[in-house]
């Protein structure tokens, strides 16, 4: 035959080190996703031990005759290093792995609180009791660790190198320009309900919140990525670019704490923790895809399986705080009947 030679022919043509090349960096890709998600789960996870070992200390000093101040005893302390060193590995997971992976993976925190809840609960429970008082919180939990293996499992494996050059370029393409454009607007449109309507709804706080955090979630990534980059030899930190990042991470960090702490006032804990994350999730994800563009290149399945594994740990988080308890003003998370005698150590 005289046509073009058949699509077999061409690969057998190819050099032998070109598809040599294609898989070992998929593989690689591969490698950095689970190196990206395990900081992130581990970061979290630490988080969670850490909030909970400084509500015990508050807890038990409030129980007990101990004149000492929370930060004299050792235990407040311990938290706040396993606070720190915590949220140090969800930042360095965000040089490694794509945004769209690790924003979800804060699921993580929320199951460990959950298992930490009923590990210290007041109640002694019989078996039936206990199932039935909790079925909720395991199904949740079961639901969200599934649907974090599938967000692991069909992440996108978007891998571009957080230069200064390629993090400036995607600030100003016209995709994200627009995205901005809409989120400010988006933005001054809910404040000016929240501020000056006294539309105190849940759901336009934490979208105020999401807001923020999206633009949080992008500039740690490129705060992130730079700061490695750099450690490993390639200097990003002589680029303008950097400081800008950093500057609008520490202000979108200070108001999206402001604003969660209004809602704190107003709202049930459980109920923030699970519309927030469920928003924040989404507009995160939405704005790592027009920045990072981290779905480009991926196939219809694995987008798909993606958004199922979202929507799954969604359900997960909201069984798990649907079934917390509402919070009293004095009630503490953990009862003083589950704690020890002794003073906080």
């Not at 001054?188 to 979208?207: D, G, M, R, W």
């Not at 303008?240 to 402001?258: D, G, N």
């Amino acid at each position: 035959m005289d046509g073009a030679p058949s699509a077999a022919l061409q690969l057998q043509q190819l050099p032998p080190t070109s598809s040599a090349s294609v898989v070992s960096e998929g593989s690689f890709s591969y490698k950095e996703n689970l190196i990206g998600a395990l900081l992130a789960i581990f970061g979290h996870l630490v988080v969670s031990i850490a909030l909970n070992l400084q509500k015990y200390c508050h807890i038990r000093l409030a129980g007990s005759k101990d004149p000492r101040a929370y930060f004299k005893t050792k235990t407040w302390w311990l938290g706040l290093f396993l606070m720190l060193l915590g949220e140090l590995g969800v930042f360095a997971s965000y040089a490694f792995a794509p945004l769209s992976l690790i924003v979800p993976l804060s699921a993580v925190s929320v199951i460990a609180s959950a298992i930490i809840g009923i590990i210290f609960i007041k109640e002694k429970w019989k078996p039936k009791d206990f199932l039935r008082r909790y079925v909720l919180s395991f199904v949740g939990c079961g639901l969200a660790v599934v649907g974090t293996y599938l967000l692991v499992t069909f992440a996108p494996n978007n891998h571009e190198k957080m230069t200064g050059e390629n993090v400036t370029r995607h600030l100003v393409s016209w995709p994200f320009l627009l995205y901005m454009l809409v989120e400010i607007i988006l933005f001054c449109l809910l404040l000016y309900f929240y501020k000056e309507k006294n539309a105190n709804n849940i759901v336009v706080i934490l979208l105020l919140v999401a807001l923020l955090g999206s633009m949080t979630v992008v500039t740690v990534k490129a705060v992130a990525g730079m700061l490695v980059l750099s450690i490993q030899g390639n200097l990003q930190l002589d680029y303008p670019i950097f400081y800008v990042m950093f500057v609008c991470m520490v202000a979108t960090a200070v108001y999206q704490a402001a604003f969660l702490s209004q809602a704190s006032q107003m709202y049930d804990s459980s109920l923030i923790a699970s519309v927030g994350y469920i928003l924040s999730t989404t507009v995160a994800i939405t704005a790592g895809a027009i920045f990072y563009l981290d779905f480009i290149g991926e196939d219809v399945l694995h987008i798909c399986m993606f958004a199922l594994g979202c929507l799954i740990a969604f359900l997960g988080v909201f069984l798990i705080t649907r079934n917390k308890k509402k919070a009293t003003p004095f009630e503490p998370y953990i009862s003083m009947d589950a704690m020890p005698d002794e003073g906080a150590g």
